[in-house]
């Protein structure tokens, strides 16, 4: 099978390359690797390709996936898979499969460094020592125990997060549309209609994967609803928060502050190129404009979409990929999200 991995590190062209010696892949797959995203203008270097794994910065659009007329299999890099049109995949015959499990408690121990950041002001401490005009005073932040934690979307990830919180002597509420009783009895939390936890918690963090139901989850109709002077962590998807709607809470001082992982518009961000290669529209442009003014706020603690990116929670990635690969060789496809 011909295979090409894209959104690579040099070091992990060797990895992979390793992995599938040591699974017997070696004389079974026809690899091709590359540091770069697969482009829509680099697909004709790919046509023949059957197989393309990569991590959520390559967008796998229609138009993209009609330029490989033989692929027959996506591994995605990663445990979320919005960043694919499954329904072209399901009309080509392409099967689709994702990683899972692989950085759990990984994005749950960075869900708590951005809380840690905002509740003991780590930026305004950081600015301080190079321009120690602000009183001291001022830099002070609070406790985290004693605290309510509002936790949406208590699955692998969010119970991670409960768990830790339980360890800083935090209060828990959760919210999840498929609950776990003997779970909440066991960590210590107790699950609570969306309304309530968002009136009742210091801290509202989110978990929960980009679908139609979960876009602007968080609107100014519910941010309205929280505590005022708490804080909100997003290190789920952009999508889930209206950028505008933030703005307003943070203007009007519901929210003290955002630990935000991610944000609507974050691939421009990153690569500010992409906005000239191609047309963009309005509402694109608006989320770009709203996500720099965001971005400058001084009670903002962002990071580019990291929270997985830790040396264990990577290699997990690459394995997990190299075992969907040989399980779809073998004719076993495990962890699929889209069957062809």
């Known amino acids: 099978m011909r295979v090409a991995f894209f959104d690579l590190e040099p070091w992990q062209v060797t990895y992979l390359q390793e992995g599938l010696v040591q699974l017997g892949l070696e004389s079974a797959v026809e690899a091709h690797f590359s540091t770069e995203r ?25 138009e993209l996936l009609e330029a490989l007329p033989e692929l027959r299999l996506i591994l995605t890099m990663s445990t979320g898979y919005d960043h694919i049109d499954l329904e072209t995949c399901r009309r080509r015959g392409i099967t689709v499969c994702n990683v899972p499990h692989y950085g759990e408690n990984t994005v749950a121990e960075h869900t708590f460094a951005l809380i840690l950041a905002l509740s003991r002001r780590l930026r305004a401490a950081q600015q301080w020592v190079y321009r120690p005009s602000t ?58 209609d969306l309304e309530t936890l968002l009136r009742s918690s210091d801290i509202v963090s989110l978990h929960v994967p980009a679908t139609p139901e979960t876009y602007h989850m968080i609107n100014r109709e519910r941010l309205s609803m929280m505590k005022r002077g708490a804080l909100l962590i997003n290190t789920a998807r952009g999508s889930v928060v209206d950028t505008e709607a933030l703005l307003w809470a943070l203007d009007e001082g519901i929210l003290a502050g955002a630990g935000l992982d991610v944000i609507e518009g974050e691939e421009y961000i990153k690569e500010e190129s992409m906005l000239l290669r191609a047309p963009v529209a309005e509402q694109t442009l608006r989320k770009v404009v709203q996500a720099y003014v965001l971005l400058h706020r001084d009670n903002i603690i962002f990071t580019p979409h990291i929270a997985f990116n830790s040396e ?29």
């Open 38 to 62: 697969l482009t829509l203008e680099r697909c004709p270097l790919y046509a023949t390709v059957e197989a393309i794994a990569a991590f959520v910065w390559t967008k796998l659009d229609a």
């Open 312 to 340: 264990e929670a990577v290699q997990r990635i690459l394995d997990t990929t190299l075992h969907n690969l040989k399980a779809f060789l073998e004719g076993r496809p495990q962890n699929v999200v889209s069957e062809a």
């Open 135 to 192: 009183s001291i005073a001022e830099l002070r932040g609070f406790d985290l125990y004693g605290k309510t934690l509002g936790v949406i979307g208590a699955g692998n990830i969010g119970l991670h997060v409960i768990r830790i919180a339980r360890g800083f002597g935090m209060r828990v509420l959760a919210y999840d549309i498929r609950p776990q009783p003997l779970l909440a009895e066991v960590l210590g939390f107790t699950y609570t």
